[in-house]
């Protein structure tokens, strides 16, 4: 029995329902079960109160729908970041497409997309959202040798408001076997800015590790002032300990198994590493080149294009926990914001970003990383 039978019993059956005793509407009722296969609660009320026509619904078009091809450019160009993030960095990706590539935006088109809200664009993008869920496996061993003389740092003491207290974590690029020598990438992220680099070294050594920290640093904007990181082996040994004593660096280590000591750049080892690297095997050193190469347009795409949104503040009330952010922001804004950065510095990096296209940024970093896991 299909609804439009079903109705026609309830229209026939109400009639007589309303109108009839206690016993008798015990009869109908069920009647009425048996025949629609509805529940008893429900038919008391369908049947007690009969059916009303439905107004149709009117349809209002969106205002929003003529930049819709636009906005899903401008999705595209900033790799299907979410409505809160997009919505920022729009008037941002703008400029930067109108200045690079020579796109041509009516005053209508600009006004419509600058005032678009959050939950516009996740309705109007909402059928195109795509959701891919990929998982990872740690090839970092706890080290032993100076965990007494290295300083544990937890999630609640990194409260820093200057630049240049960044945490840094490594990545392995060893596809399915842990055996034999691969590619690791050390990740490093600002604490106060979010500013986020990486750097590709060949094999888990203690020197190469160093190496790939002199490069992150050399690629700072501001003074690089403390580092923090997990207690892998590759961090905890004489090579860095003595490389932070000598430059003045403060040299600390989360707990072992505490994820939330590290916060800030685990949530970076997939949105940055993972998300454009992948899985797969990296083990050659063509490789690695390729890799560096790719994450120095990443830095720029990253921390240029890319809005972060930074946990302000965490309430409890009972068993309830309610995070408030700030709003989404940029790495090259925060940096830009913040007073104990010097002029200079952030001049260069505004000529920096004069230069940049996110458009092109993006279609060359993801050629890379096809490139990266072709076989020669």
């Known amino acids: 029995m299909n609804n439009d039978d079903r109705r026609a019993v309830l229209r026939l059956i109400g009639r007589q329902y309303r109108h009839a005793t206690k ?18 609660k429900y038919l008391i009320t369908r049947l007690t109160h009969p059916l009303q026509k439905q107004q149709a619904r009117r349809i209002r078009p969106s205002r929003y729908l003529p930049i819709l091809p636009l906005l899903r450019k401008l999705w595209a160009v900033s790799n299907y970041a979410c409505g809160q993030r997009l919505v920022p960095i729009i008037p941002v990706y703008l400029d930067a497409l109108v200045r690079h590539d020579g ?58 408001k200057t630049p240049g207290f960044v945490e840094i974590d490594s990545v392995h690029h060893g596809g399915d076997s842990a055996g034999g020598v691969y590619a690791w990438s050390l990740d490093a992220t600002d604490v106060a800015t979010g500013w986020n680099e990486c750097a590709a070294h060949l094999g888990w050594g203690e020197y190469e590790t160093l190496q790939a920290m002199q490069r992150i640093r050399s690629r700072l904007p501001f003074p690089l002032k403390g580092v923090d990181f997990d207690t892998g082996g590759e961090f905890v040994n004489w090579h860095f300990l003595r490389w932070c004593t000598t430059e003045k660096i403060t040299y600390t280590r989360a707990r072992e198994g505490k994820k939330n000591d590290q916060n800030y750049v685990e949530q970076q080892n997939y949105s940055v590493v993972r998300r454009f690297v992948g899985y797969a095997r990296i083990e050659e050193s063509w490789q690695v080149a390729l890799l560096n190469q790719l994450y120095e347009k990443l830095s720029n795409y990253q921390n240029f294009f890319q809005p972060v949104m930074r946990l302000k503040e965490k309430v409890r009330n009972g068993t309830r926990l309610t995070r408030r952010y700030d709003k989404p922001k940029t790495a090259y804004q925060r940096v830009l914001a913040d007073a104990t950065i010097d ?29 990266l896991v072709r076989k020669r």
Do not use: C
């Not at 009722?29 to 008893?40: E, I, K, N």
């Not at 891919?132 to 090839?139: F, H, Q």
């Open 103 to 160: 796109w041509h935006i009516t005053k209508d088109h600009r006004r419509l997309l600058t005032a678009v809200s959050v939950a516009t664009v996740d309705r109007l993008l909402a059928h195109e959202r795509k959701r891919i869920a990929l998982t990872g496996r740690s090839r970092t061993k706890p080290g032993s040798l100076l965990k007494h003389q290295i300083p544990i740092r937890t999630f609640a003491d990194w409260n820093e």
């Open 343 to 371: 002029a200079e510095a952030k001049q260069r990096l505004r000529r920096r970003f004069r230069r940049l296209n996110p458009k092109k940024l993006l279609m060359e970093i993801t050629a890379m990383g096809r490139k």
């Open 23 to 40: 016993q008798a509407k015990g009869r109908l009722l069920d009647q009425a079960v048996f025949t629609t296969g509805y529940h008893r």
